[in-house]
């Protein structure tokens, strides 16, 4: 009889952690994550703050402003920081995780001599980068860098100091990756890299759905 009992009572825990287990995570809102940046909170998951973005209404992955970035970087050539800094901020108003929008407002507020807003957007810009190095190692399609847009690809490129130079889609199971062919200008070395493209896929497909 004792037994028994200790048997009913391990089953009733058993099923009250299995339910535990399935009661969703509370998500923090991107709003609430973003705020936090601003307010330098170092305590901020970056990697957890790029997703919740892709959740907002405001996540449109391949509807960067190239122009503006563009703009941007053919001001901070010319050294006229004052107007790269206008396009830096018109890009981060539309989309505060451009990685292209944070450096080039990293390096226009320093040569300004504006040290603590350049101090703040390198510290943003490099996390932003972190997050999506941290988040695999691009070797294979199961170690795949996890990005949100193609341009955090080509961001991320550019900070390695690679050249990309050929492209492809690959559909495996649920998952969709772009395979990277890149070469380093040193050294004319052919490195191939994957990135899980998901995110951006899926808002492709269902932003499509919603048209018709």
């Known amino acids: 009889m004792f037994r028994k009992i200790v048997f009913i009572i391990f089953s009733l825990l058993l099923l009250q952690a299995a339910g535990l287990a399935q009661q969703p995570v509370n998500k923090v809102p991107y709003e609430v994550l973003l705020e936090r940046v601003k307010k330098q909170d170092a305590a901020v ?46 890009l981060l108003a539309t989309n505060y995780l451009e990685i292209n929008a944070h450096f080039g407002a990293y390096v226009a507020n320093r040569e300004l001599g504006h040290a603590d807003k350049a101090d703040y957007h390198k510290n943003i810009f490099q996390k932003l980068l972190k997050s999506i190095s941290d988040s695999g190692d691009g070797k294979t ?21 690679v050249r990309p130079i050929a492209q492809a889609l690959i559909e495996e199971k649920t998952h969709h990756y772009d395979k990277m062919t890149v070469t380093d200008p040193k050294t004319e070395q052919e490195v191939s890299y994957y990135f899980n493209i998901d995110k951006p896929f899926n ?7 919603s048209k018709q």
């Open 203 to 209: 808002w492709l497909g269902n932003s499509l759905k």
């Open 45 to 90: 998951n970056f990697q957890e703050l790029r997703l919740a973005y892709t959740e907002t209404k405001q996540y449109s992955p391949y509807g960067s402003d190239r122009e503006t970035r563009k703009a941007m970087f053919a001001a901070l050539n010319n050294k006229q920081y004052d107007q790269a800094l206008i396009s830096s901020e018109k």
């Open 141 to 161: 399609m199961e170690t795949a860098f996890v990005v949100i847009s193609t341009d955090e690809e080509y961001a991320l490129f550019n900070f390695m100091g």
